[in-house]
């Protein structure tokens, strides 16, 4: 089972207008909301891709049951902590006459350092009968990122291999913990430890740094992924296409990654299925695909190059 | 059934697993070991017996004369008390495989309203008496489409 942790789910809500203007008002044609949160969109692409998954974090109020609700509903098994504090809303509003998605996030609720404690302990158990660990997404008020390495330490004392997905801030204290798999996120910071990572060969040279302190490490910025590992290092970029929703890609394509190195596939062959997940989920509007068929059917619209290690 | 490994350890604290279950609105919650061995279950009445004590005459149950001061202090004492003390051990569970009638006879016939569901006696969710009903429901529905 993969327990797939996520700090500050978020219930996406997907809006969509004709031509979305600023400082008037706007009416929607259609609606709809998701469970969300890199943690469970990695964990529920996992899932889709015939991993067992186990999701956990921190949920609370009325819309933390309905998240939990939908996540049972798909077939995805759930151990939240359940806090005082309500689940966020991230608010995803399609343009859809310019094409365009704007994302606006909210912060999250306020977590307390006995609900801190509270996951830790669920998180000990789960990791009992755990294949591996991901710990992806923000960080929720009130959890520092000391916080994300003593769990990942949790993981380290049941040999249990951690794949991480977070900003730096809260990346960079945990590489002391060796994960087994690092990506920092770089949605909304196009540089990281100061430098710019906007061109490839600059996130190159970062993912070749992270590697001192992983197995695996990626680095993205929009849909231009490399992966570097001892076996060598990849290239490999969202084919131009048609896309029905630009979110969850980046999530879909780790969850490709992680399927593949689990059953000990090679960096190139976890390179091409993460990107055919990432074209699967870039075809659905939300991102969430309907069966393996649809990322299979997608392998010979990708392209991967070996890239100078 | 529901893929929920919500659960208390035997240690947690009573007053944690009075939250939990408000929180998440479920009316009672497995008790695990650190393997997720199914050990023990421990309900709202559970909860609520351990505070006001009743009084068992002619088959009901009936509670007993209430001093709400003592009950301030009764409840603070159960609080800090741990969910191992006031656990029923004799947990009964069912698996992926029991049969909608089965879990019928648990749930009319005995009266549970939630059961743990276990895979080589390790928490694999629970079902509760709604998922039940809702089965039976969509039964019916099935049968008179059939029917019709």
Same mark, same amino acid.
């Given at each position: 089972m993969i327990v797939a942790v996520t700090l500050n789910p978020a219930m996406d809500v997907f809006l969509h207008a004709q031509k979305l203007r600023l400082g008037v008002l706007n009416r929607v044609s259609r609606l709809s909301a998701q469970p969300g949160g890199k943690g469970i969109n990695i964990g529920c692409t996992l899932h889709r891709l015939g991993r067992p998954v186990a999701t956990t974090g921190f949920l609370g109020g009325p819309t933390g049951i309905e998240l939990e609700r939908q996540l049972r509903e798909d077939g995805v098994t759930t151990n939240f902590v359940h806090i005082d504090g309500e689940t966020r809303n991230n608010y995803i509003i399609s343009d859809d006459l310019r094409r365009k998605q704007t994302q606006i996030n909210e912060p999250g609720p306020l977590v307390s350092s006995e609900e801190v404690e509270r996951l830790r302990e669920t998180l000990s158990r789960l990791l009992g009968r755990a294949e591996m660990l991901v710990i992806a997404g923000s960080l929720p008020p009130g959890v520092n990122p000391d916080c994300c390495a003593a769990l990942i330490a949790l993981a380290n004392e049941r040999d249990v291999p951690v794949c991480i997905d977070m900003t730096e801030a809260a990346l960079v204290p945990a590489l002391v913990t060796k994960p087994y798999l690092v990506k920092p996120d770089l949605r909304t910071a196009h540089s990281f430890a100061g430098k710019s990572v906007l061109t490839a060969k600059s996130r190159l040279v970062l993912a070749k740094t992270l590697r001192d302190h992983s197995q695996v490490a990626i680095a993205s910025v929009g849909f231009d992924f490399v992966l570097v590992s001892p076996e060598g290092a990849y290239e490999v970029q969202l084919p131009g296409a048609d896309l029905a !929703?630009?979110?969850r890609i980046e999530d879909a394509f780790l969850a490709g990654v992680i399927d593949v190195l689990l059953r000990d596939g090679t960096l190139g062959e976890a390179a091409g299925w993460g990107m055919a997940t990432a074209l699967a989920a870039a075809a659905v509007r939300g991102g /969430?695909? %309907? !069966?393996i068929e649809d990322v299979k059917r997608n392998l010979d619209k990708v392209e991967v190059s070996e890239v100078g290690n | 059934m529901s893929r929920d490994l919500t659960a208390v350890s035997p240690e947690t604290a009573m007053v944690e697993a009075a939250k939990t279950m408000a929180r998440q609105r479920l009316e009672g919650l497995p008790v695990v070991d650190e393997e997720y061995r199914v050990i023990g279950f421990i309900s709202e009445a559970d909860i609520i017996r351990s505070i006001i004590p009743s009084i068992s005459t002619g088959g009901e149950e009936f509670l007993a004369p209430v001093d709400f001061v003592d009950l301030a202090r009764k409840m603070s004492q159960v609080g800090e008390r741990t969910v191992r003390d006031y656990m029923n051990e004799k947990v009964v569970t069912v698996t992926e495989e029991d049969d909608i009638y089965r879990l019928c006879e648990l749930m009319l016939? /005995? %009266?549970?309203k939630t059961l743990p569901v276990v895979k080589e006696g390790r928490l694999e969710g629970v079902v509760h008496r709604t998922d039940v009903s809702s089965a039976l429901m969509e039964q019916r529905e099935a049968e008179k489409k059939k029917g019709e």
């Open positions: !929703s630009t979110v /969430r695909f %309907g !069966s | 016939a /005995r %009266g549970y």
